[in-house]
């Protein structure tokens, strides 16, 4: 309050007087998205290869989603658990997307829609709008898969295509192991878990920006329906 005028996030004030202005400020949401590009299972080095996805993806965006500004990130998270062979000082350490993003909240897709605003709301349901769109702000479609082996508490799944045990990489080409795998049209927990699956073939990866905790407000529509 007390601009002079004022144009969107823009406030004008005319110093002709002793005046007080009254500025609040908020965190802009981090951005997530579907990968445009689909990958193989990632082999003994998922963990690096899926964050070396997810920051290519990023700089490549066509919609300017990599940086400090406002809708942008500098860390991407990918959404996939599994245990990490070539971690340090012991093998096999179990990594989770849910430990790796606890100090994270409020995320939006690319195209500025509201996702999810704490990870505890993916067990209840609480997706916003699903993920669906990719780095590029194009719809992925209704049958996108991705790898994920996580379940909707953000944990390691049972089924994952990334079972690791004390450092060797278990038989992920073979077409009988499956793996837990989301749904990106889902605007459910189904987005992270929708099918146990085949490990062989290509799936899509999901990208969390990773800078900061924001909160995210949504004005529901009665009648309306989350695409």
Request: hydrophobic share 35%; glycine share 10%; aromatic share 8%.
């Amino acid at each position: 309050s007390g601009c002079t005028s004022s144009s969107g996030v823009t406030c004008n004030v005319t110093m002709d007087a002793i005046k007080t202005v009254t500025a609040t400020f908020a965190l802009a949401p981090n951005v997530m998205f579907v990968t445009s590009g689909s990958t193989e299972i990632l082999g003994v080095a998922w963990l690096r290869n899926a964050n070396a996805i997810c920051k290519n993806a990023a700089a490549q965006s066509t919609r300017g989603i990599q940086g400090e500004g406002p809708h942008q990130n500098t860390t991407w998270i990918p959404w996939i658990s599994g245990f990490d062979s070539l971690s340090t000082p012991t093998p096999g350490a179990l990594v989770t997307a849910a430990n790796r993003l606890q100090n994270v909240a409020g995320w939006e897709r690319v195209d500025r829609r509201p996702f999810l605003q704490k990870l505890s709301d993916i067990a209840n349901n609480v997706i916003i709008y699903p993920p669906r769109i990719d780095e590029n702000g194009a719809d992925v479609g209704v049958n996108a898969l991705t790898w994920t082996g996580t379940d909707p508490s953000g944990g390691h799944s049972e089924s994952s295509c990334i079972g690791f045990n004390q450092g060797v990489a278990s038989s992920w080409l073979n077409a009988q192991v499956n793996g837990t795998q989301g749904l990106a049209s889902a605007n459910s927990q189904e987005f992270t878990r929708f099918t146990e699956n085949s490990c062989v073939g290509t799936r899509r990866l999901y990208c969390f920006g990773a800078d900061r905790k924001a909160a995210i407000t949504v004005t529901r529509k009665p009648g309306r329906q989350a695409c």
